[in-house]
């Protein structure tokens, strides 16, 4: 599914990916779809970034063609909880030779990335163990705010989540996209200095990808879980005047209908409060071009 033609210069986006929590296949997540975080990124030069490994990066594994040729593909992840890794082990790419996966992410206070990966691979949660990964995987812990990769510019900030988080913003040749997942924003209740902070590093975005897990009305008997409602997903946009705003990390809960009344709802208050900005609910196979 693509919202526009197709163009030589453009970054594309695809989701893979969007419930959180825990994957929930069935009739009421048909049309968003029941797998964890995953979402590609591929820019005109071919370069592929893939943000998250939930279990939406199977099947991202599955469509790619990792037995010929070769595959350089660099996997940022936002932290370690089950939700944005599981679905690493049964990535596709990463059991060919040709392969080569630099998995980067947030230092961790107890455990080194590769080590947090490689446990979940142990043999008495998994048959089949880091080492027998045939591709080149390599482990970077991120260091300071902002690095380039290859034609890239990637920027950081950490969110507000249970465990250490980072959020990301993606600048290529003028065009930028932020991924900001399992976040509490909690605008009302947040510093206004660490607000406008936040406002600061999501400036100016063409797509702004944001936990949007809670309404309002939940928000209050889940406050301090590290997740967002999609009132304030829709407030940052409009401060932030970004183009595009995909609603994502829905709850396991939530049915496509639910989020159907979400996304009419935060398109509703969009149109009143800003001219330029659309928005989007994330959905497996939804390719937005920037």
């Given at each position: 599914?693509?919202?526009?033609?197709?163009?030589?210069?453009?970054?594309?986006?695809?989701?893979?990916g969007?419930?959180?929590?825990?994957?929930?296949?069935?009739?009421?997540?048909?049309?968003y779809?029941?797998?964890?975080?995953?979402?590609?990124?591929?820019?005109?030069?071919?370069?592929?970034?893939?943000l998250?490994?939930?279990?939406?990066?199977?099947?991202?594994?599955?469509?790619?063609?990792?037995?010929?040729?070769?595959?350089?593909?660099?996997?940022?992840?936002?932290?370690?909880?089950?939700?944005?890794?599981?679905?690493?082990?049964?990535?596709?790419?990463?059991?060919?030779?040709?392969?080569?996966?630099?998995?980067?992410?947030?230092?961790?206070?107890?455990?080194?990335?590769?080590?947090?990966?490689?446990?979940?691979?142990?043999?008495?949660?998994?048959?089949?163990?880091?080492?027998?990964?045939?591709?080149?995987?390599?482990f970077?812990?991120i260091?300071?705010?902002?690095?380039?990769?290859?034609?890239?510019?990637?920027?950081?900030?950490?969110?507000?989540?249970?465990?250490?988080?980072?959020?990301?913003?993606?600048?290529?040749?003028?065009?930028?996209?932020?991924?900001?997942?399992?976040?509490?924003l909690?605008?009302?209740?947040?510093?206004?200095?660490?607000?406008?902070?936040?406002?600061?590093?999501?400036?100016?975005?063409?797509?702004?990808?944001?936990?949007?897990?809670?309404?309002?009305?939940?928000?209050?008997?889940?406050?301090?879980?590290?997740?967002?409602?999609?009132?304030?997903?829709?407030?940052?946009?409009?401060?932030?005047?970004?183009?595009?705003?995909?609603?994502?990390?829905?709850?396991?809960?939530?049915?496509?209908?639910?989020?159907?009344?979400?996304?009419?709802?935060?398109?509703?208050?969009?149109?009143?409060?800003?001219?330029?900005?659309?928005c989007?609910?994330?959905?497996?196979?939804?390719?937005?071009?920037?």
């Open positions: 599914m693509t919202t526009e033609e197709d163009k030589n210069d453009t970054v594309k986006v695809k989701f893979w969007a419930r959180g929590s825990i994957p929930v296949p069935g009739s009421r997540t048909v049309k779809g029941g797998n964890t975080s995953c979402v590609e990124v591929r820019l005109p030069t071919g370069q592929l970034i893939v998250d490994a939930g279990t939406g990066i199977r099947a991202l594994g599955n469509s790619l063609n990792y037995k010929e040729g070769h595959l350089d593909i660099t996997l940022f992840l936002t932290h370690y909880h089950w939700d944005h890794i599981q679905g690493l082990p049964f990535f596709g790419p990463a059991y060919h030779p040709n392969n080569t996966i630099r998995i980067m992410g947030i230092d961790h206070p107890e455990l080194h990335i590769r080590e947090i990966i490689s446990a979940q691979m142990e043999p008495i949660y998994f048959p089949v163990s880091l080492s027998r990964l045939k591709a080149e995987i390599k970077d812990i260091w300071g705010k902002y690095f380039e990769i290859g034609d890239i510019r990637v920027e950081t900030i950490e969110a507000k989540h249970l465990g250490p988080t980072l959020s990301y913003k993606i600048s290529f040749n003028g065009k930028s996209l932020v991924y900001m997942t399992d976040t509490e909690d605008r009302n209740g947040t510093d206004s200095k660490l607000l406008d902070k936040i406002v600061a590093f999501v400036q100016g975005a063409d797509l702004l990808i944001h936990d949007a897990q809670y309404s309002d009305q939940e928000y209050p008997q889940k406050k301090g879980w590290g997740h967002s409602t999609w009132n304030d997903s829709a407030w940052l946009a409009v401060e932030a005047e970004v183009q595009k705003l995909a609603l994502f990390h829905h709850d396991p809960e939530r049915s496509d209908r639910q989020v159907d009344h979400f996304l009419e709802e935060c398109n509703e208050e969009l149109t009143a409060k800003s001219k330029s900005t659309t989007w609910g994330a959905m497996e196979g939804l390719e937005l071009l920037l």
